[in-house]
């Protein structure tokens, strides 16, 4: 997702069940899409890999993120 100012996030190992695509405008609330569901040793998980880019480099995300 392009932010603007140079400012992108990517969402890699999201399930097929994407609601986005190129060109669409995003909100904050939006949902993106889903986790992909991995069965390891009959255990469910979720998992997303969060990446940000600032400049096209790879940044610590929590500067950009409103966690309390």
Same mark, same amino acid.
Do not use: C, M
């Given at each position: ?10 969402? &890699?190992?999201?399930? $097929?069940?994407?609601?986005?695509? /190129?060109?669409?405008? =995003?909100? *904050?609330? #939006? ?6 569901? &991995?069965?390891?040793? $009959?255990?469910?998980?979720?998992? /997303?890999?969060?990446? =940000?880019? *600032?400049? #096209? ?12």
């Amino acid at each position: 997702i392009n932010h603007g100012d140079n400012l992108r996030t990517k969402y &890699k190992a999201l399930s $097929e069940e994407v609601n986005v695509k /190129i060109g669409d405008k =995003v909100s *904050k609330g #939006d949902v993106i899409g889903k986790a992909q569901t &991995k069965i390891d040793n $009959e255990i469910d998980s979720t998992e /997303i890999k969060f990446e =940000v880019w *600032k400049e #096209d480099k790879l940044v610590d995300p929590a500067g950009y993120l409103d966690i309390k």
